[in-house]
């Protein structure tokens, strides 16, 4: 992506954040100075996507302690900042992760006997790093997954992997941008992705900007195409991966999960490491966010003031469920895409394996 449509920039005393809930119409940031604001921009989509979550959170943590003049009071808000930010968006695996992270760069911090204005230091130079390994993971995401690919691959995706869900290059979009660059002649559908419609506002219009062949479909659509043999590869992202391979993502995952398996079209999660939650066991342990019904009962927009105007499009009393995520069954899964190389089953082992790995180059 450009440096104009990142969906984050960090200068240092605060965070910019595209506002993808007025996409793909304008184009316009928000300035977050402080830690609750980043938290509310998380809270109301404003960004979204698991790996970007967790960037974001790393800034705010980083925001938190800015302005304290005494440890002890960084001790406080810090605390006060993480406990909050972990409530933001439950699924997202990476959200917590970052938060992890930062809080062990904060201990250390403190105990190397820095001082108020180094500790600040210190919390912005990790949430930079987290920031950078993001776009370099997901670049080593794309060279990996474009290998599963023919020359000439038609690619089934759902709601938006790409680099507004990131920190600018894509999961699930960066294998599809990595097979656009290397050459091969890429065709995508894209699911709508009812209820917010990421799949038609942010997806098509990243896929566009690339220059890359998109067709729009509803999410009931993909049946028939699959039936007329149309994809050679599903490729999705993934908020949390659990220790057996089970995989949360965006409700609607599941239902192509079995239509792939039905039709023997191979279907790839794309994903950093940092998704795998190795302390659920399966799919059953993942917190499922459960979003308001007014998403599913109204057609929402902004203007280019800011104000939010909503279509209902059921009728008044109409009783409506919003589960944001499903899981899908690490059997319904072909391979799992990351920074660290391709898994294939038994996910179990594969998984075990490369987090051991990493954990002893650490």
């Not at 990142?6 to 240092?12: F, I, K």
């Not at 002890?72 to 992890?100: K, Q």
């Not at 917010?196 to 566009?208: A, C, H, K, N």
């Not at 050679?232 to 993502?249: P, S």
């Amino acid at each position: 992506m450009d440096e104009l449509t990142l969906p984050l920039r960090w200068t240092g005393s605060s965070l910019e954040l595209l506002d993808q809930r007025r996409l793909p119409h304008e184009i316009v940031y928000l300035s977050c100075t402080r830690w609750e604001d980043v938290h509310d921009a998380i809270r109301d989509m404003v960004v979204r996507g698991a790996p970007a979550i967790g960037v974001c959170a790393g800034y705010a943590l980083a925001l938190s302690v800015a302005s304290c003049r005494s440890i002890e009071s960084m001790r406080s808000e810090f605390d006060r900042a993480a406990s909050r930010l972990r409530t933001a968006r439950p699924t997202a695996i990476n959200l917590g992760w970052a938060i992890d992270r930062m809080s062990g760069s904060f201990r250390r911090s403190i105990g190397a006997g820095l001082d108020p204005g180094g500790v600040s230091d210190s919390l912005s130079g990790e949430a930079v790093a987290i920031n950078r390994e993001d776009l370099e993971g997901n670049r080593l995401i794309g060279k990996y997954g474009n290998e599963l690919l023919a020359n000439a691959p038609t690619i089934l995706t759902h709601c938006n992997a790409g680099g507004l869900a990131t920190s600018g290059y894509g999961t699930a979009l960066g294998v599809i941008r990595a097979a656009h660059e290397s050459g091969k002649r890429v065709a995508v559908f894209a699911d709508e992705t009812r209820p917010y419609l990421q799949g038609s506002r942010l997806t098509v219009w990243e896929l566009q900007r690339e220059g890359i062949d998109v067709t729009l479909i509803t999410d009931n659509m993909a049946g028939h195409f699959f039936s007329r043999n149309t994809f050679d590869a599903v490729i999705v992202g993934a908020d949390r991966i659990a220790a057996n391979g089970d995989t949360a993502n965006k409700i609607g995952t599941y239902t192509l999960a079995v239509l792939a398996k039905a039709h023997g079209v191979p279907f790839y999660i794309a994903a950093p490491v940092s998704t795998i939650d190795s302390a659920c066991p399966d799919g059953s342990a993942i917190p499922i966010e459960e979003r308001s019904s007014t998403e599913v009962v109204e057609f929402s927009g902004t203007d280019s003031a800011g104000n939010r105007h909503s279509v209902r499009i059921a009728p008044e009393g109409t009783v409506a469920r919003h589960p944001a995520f499903d899981v899908t069954p690490a059997a319904l899964i072909s391979a799992i895409i990351t920074e660290r190389g391709i898994l294939y089953p038994p996910f179990e082992r594969a998984i075990a394996a490369v987090l051991c790995t990493l954990q002893e180059r650490n």
